[in-house]
């Protein structure tokens, strides 16, 4: 008697509304940074905004662009660099105000400003401007094919509201700031926010006035959003009945979830690919051996790739859930092919001849830096990694620190052999090309701490982000991925997968950015 | 009396800075929290604006000065975590974790002497001796595991208790409380069994052994020759000696109990400050870091400041050497 008496006590807790509604309770990791859709651009922050607040144009679950507030959109044929978007009519905010293009140029210009996160995002636009009440033109600094992809997380605000409230400037957490749009939201978007508790609870009600009632399923009446730090606490309450969708199931549990009646996993190769970066300079940041970076040596790399042997990575340490990569590009993202993607097997005996012939027949040592709580598994496959170069002669120090730690470390090049996880929001190779293989300047190769320096890609580079012709563009970019394929500066490992747990009533599609938005969620 | 009490807040003080410096000296080994401020786009130029916008760029010296100078007008920062101030913050946690202590330590209290009483009385029984025996896991398992065993059972297989979360809370002025709902006091349960367990195996093993030192002494053995009843010779005589040092530990663990609940906070997804610890530890967040510390350090120092004004009164000793000081 005691049993259901106590489970509905815990459940009336959980649910805010009346009887018959469908409450979906949602446990995550993480929780959202600030509903300032202009001031973090991090993942969790931009899930939970979006769900209550819209961009122009979305990525749908499956990858293709999706018109949202914005229903068609093309490059202007007079001028190759001004796109023209056509903005839906009849969408209101939360409040009951019109959206038009007046929002939509307030928006852009305020992600665009110098406090915005997002402004890294759209750098190449040079102006917005209002041409109909419907209609806006967005000039770029140069012509730019790839623009509506790089403003699938930027959300578009009231301007009025924003106005009113004093919070036409992101907030800027660096000075101390906090605004209304910090902690409060009017958007267009299918929930309304009702309250929320940072790093406690977040809970939305369905806006029964959204635009896009007939064309998505938005079958989910509330959302209680809980962070849930603990991994093993939260697949805990998954199993016990008290949420009903967790993002991110450790790979060790899926079986565990799978053999429970009720529920069911629902997987997704992630746009993720993991990979080890080598310093290419004459220098090790360690100190040179004999003189010499024995990682400069293309022959080193290569030898160095095909002693990582991706596919008892991917059955032993990620227990099947990856895939094998022979490139660093997610498999989604314009200019992959399977033949890219092909790796060499591996075969000790030509590893041990390649450094014989570099000159490093006994091979030698070298330090693996590694984070320990960014990617799934991440020190377990700098182990595995670490033992596989052994067997060839390279022996390997693990350094496996936390990320707070790792990410600074490598951003100053304080390394000479790091792992590292990379995602392409824009699902373009030049995204990739940009902050990885450009030579590390002030605005490109941010996150390039291979020193690598290839001036001729480096021009290349910047010709594809200007190339409107998408088939001369596509030939440039797999000649690109060519070179850098045969450079080896990164090794490639795998391509992360994603695991949804979640009561077996919802239909879903994994999102391959791992951001799910409920509206997509049907309920059998 | 005055200057036993002057000298003694100046070193309180002193203590406080101390903790201070030595926190602002190891938050950069605790990584840069720059990287998790700016998007995967950000350009080698953000990085450096933020570094300065921060102050990060500066002595370690000088960034613990313009703290303790703000600190002391009511200044602590905001957030970097949660772009809010911290003081507010912190407020909104403070509640959740008091309750939780005060709880589990009431709880440790309770069971604590009741099993120390049991075990000392019938000492050879076969429940005192396996009271003792499980009092061991008490002391020697983490408490990590523990929540997680709790979890499992309570939640998963007999989905008699909830496995994270405060239930539904009632607000009070500025405080949040979980006493007042079914589903607050419900949510309680698992946390504070799983934070007290420590300090109740403490309690239990202190009382226990002074009430074996107890009932030897003449004073109990006179009272079972006037004839009076065990109950009143138990409770009356024995318990009441035995009292004062467990007060005494009580009130020291008291503080350690709020410092310690981060682990149970974590597992439970508790909303307190033990969790907002662990968080801002992640997020490398300064400002919410130092004004932890800082709180948590301030309530240790004020808990052995109100111990030793205590012993003072207590201990004429103290006031000769006081006097003469």
């Known amino acids: ?524 | 009396m005055i200057v036993f009490f002057i000298r003694r807040l100046g070193q309180s003080l002193l203590v406080l800075l101390i903790v201070g410096l030595v926190a602002f000296s190891m938050f950069r080994f605790v990584g840069d929290p720059i990287n998790n401020m700016l998007g995967q786009e950000r350009t080698q130029a953000d990085v450096d604006r933020m570094r300065v916008e921060l102050g990060l760029d500066r002595a370690i010296l000088t960034q613990y000065g313009i703290f303790l100078k703000k600190a002391v007008q009511g200044d602590f920062g905001v957030s970097y975590r949660q772009g809010r101030p911290v003081i507010e913050v912190l407020a909104e946690r403070a509640p959740a974790t008091l309750e939780l202590a005060l709880v589990s330590g009431a709880l440790a209290l309770f069971f604590g002497i009741v099993f120390g009483m049991y075990t000392a009385i019938k000492r050879d029984s076969f429940i005192a001796k396996s009271i003792m025996t499980a009092s061991l896991i008490g002391v020697s398992l983490p408490t990590f595991l523990i929540g997680i065993a709790l979890i499992n059972i309570f939640a998963v297989k007999l989905e008699l208790l909830p496995s994270f979360g405060r239930g539904e809370t009632v607000k009070i002025g500025g405080w949040t409380t979980g006493f007042l709902t079914r589903s607050g006091l419900i949510a309680l349960i698992l946390p504070s069994i799983t934070l007290g367990l420590y300090q109740m195996t403490l309690i239990m093993r202190l009382v226990r052994a002074e009430m074996l030192e107890v009932l030897r002494q003449d004073y109990i053995r006179f009272a079972w020759a006037r004839g009076l009843k065990e109950r009143s010779i138990n409770f009356n005589h024995a318990l009441r000696n035995t009292l004062v040092p467990v007060i005494t530990v009580t009130g020291l663990q008291l503080g350690s109990i709020i410092a310690f609940a981060i682990i149970t906070e974590t597992v439970f997804q508790w909303p307190g400050m033990g969790l907002l610890f662990v968080n801002a530890i992640q997020f490398v967040d300064i400002p919410v870091m130092a004004a932890y510390l800082m709180l948590i350090s301030l309530v240790f120092v004020t808990i052995n400041l109100l111990v030793d004004m205590l012993y003072f009164a207590v201990d004429p000793r103290l006031r000769v050497s006081g006097g003469k000081g």
């Not at chain 1, 922050?45 to 999706?66: C, D, F, K, W």
């Not at chain 1, 849930?228 to 998954?238: D, H």
């Not at chain 1, 709580?373 to 002669?393: F, H, K, P, T, W």
């Not at chain 1, 701490?449 to 594809?464: F, G």
């Open chain 1, 1 to 524: 008697m005691k049993k259901p008496l106590l489970v509905t006590a815990a459940a009336v807790a959980l649910m805010t509304s009346s009887a018959g509604a469908e409450t979906l309770r949602w446990g995550l990791a993480g929780d959202a940074l600030t509903l300032d859709p202009h001031a973090q651009n991090e993942g969790v922050t931009i899930m939970l905004q979006s769900q209550m607040m819209e961009p122009l144009v979305s990525r749908a679950p499956n990858g293709e662009l999706e018109p949202t507030l914005a229903t068609e959109w093309a490059i202007k044929k007079a001028d190759p660099t001004v796109w023209v978007f056509k903005l839906r009519e009849g969408v209101k905010f939360h409040d009951g105000a019109a959206f038009d293009s007046e929002d939509v140029v307030f928006s852009l210009n305020r992600a665009r400003s110098q406090a915005s996160q997002m402004k890294g995002l759209i750098a190449s636009i040079a102006e917005v401007k209002a041409t109909g009440p419907h209609e806006v033109e967005i000039k770029t600094k140069g012509p730019n094919p790839i623009l509506p992809a790089a403003m699938t997380s930027i959300f578009m605000l009231d301007k009025t509201w924003v106005e009113a409230n004093k919070a036409t400037v992101p907030q800027n957490v660096a000075a101390g700031e906090v605004t209304f749009a910090s902690t409060n939201v009017n958007g267009t978007g299918p929930y309304k926010l009702v309250s929320r508790e940072q790093d406690n609870r977040t809970v939305m009600r369905r806006n029964d006035d959204y635009w896009g009632m007939k064309t998505f399923p938005v079958k989910v009446t509330e959302v209680v959003f809980t962070p849930i730090q603990n991994a093993a606490t939260r697949v805990s309450a998954l199993l016990s009945g008290e949420l009903d969708f967790i993002q991110d199931v450790p790979v060790q549990d899926i079986q565990r979830v799978k053999s429970n009646a009720g529920l069911k996993i629902e997987t997704q190769t992630e746009n993720r690919s993991v990979f080890f970066g080598l310093n290419v300079s004459d220098k090790l940041h360690g100190g040179n051996i004999n003189g010499k970076n024995p990682l400069a040596d293309v022959r080193v790399r290569q030898a160095m790739s095909m002693a990582i042997n991706r596919d008892a990575i991917q059955r032993v340490v990620m227990r099947g859930q990856s895939v094998p990569a022979g490139v660093i590009m997610p498999t989604f993202v314009r200019g992959w092919s399977k033949e890219l993607n092909t790796y060499p097997p591996t075969d000790v005996a030509k590893i041990k001849a390649m450094l014989a012939d570099a000159g490093y027949k006994d091979g030698f040592s070298i330090q693996l830096d590694c984070p320990n709580d960014r990617y799934i598994n991440d020190e377990a496959i700098c182990q595995a990694a670490v033992s596989m170069l052994s067997q060839v002669g390279i022996k390997v120090n693990l350094n496996a620190t936390s990320k707070a730690l790792f990410f600074p470390q490598i951003g100053k090049l304080e390394t000479d052999f790091f792992m590292l996880g990379w995602g392409v929001p824009s699902y373009d190779s030049e995204y990739i090309f940009n902050f990885l293989y450009h030579t590390k300047s002030d605005a490109y190769g941010s996150w390039n701490s291979t020193r690598y320096s290839n001036p001729e890609l480096d021009s290349q580079i910047k010709a594809i982000a200007a190339e409107v012709n998408l088939e001369a563009r596509d030939a440039m970019v797999k000649n690109m991925w060519e070179t850098v394929k045969k450079d080896a500066v990164y090794i490639p490992i795998h391509h992360q997968m994603l695991n949804w747990a979640m009561k077996s009533k919802y239909t879903v599609t994994v999102d391959p950015d791992n951001q799910a938005r409920i509206k997509y969620f049907s309920i059998n």
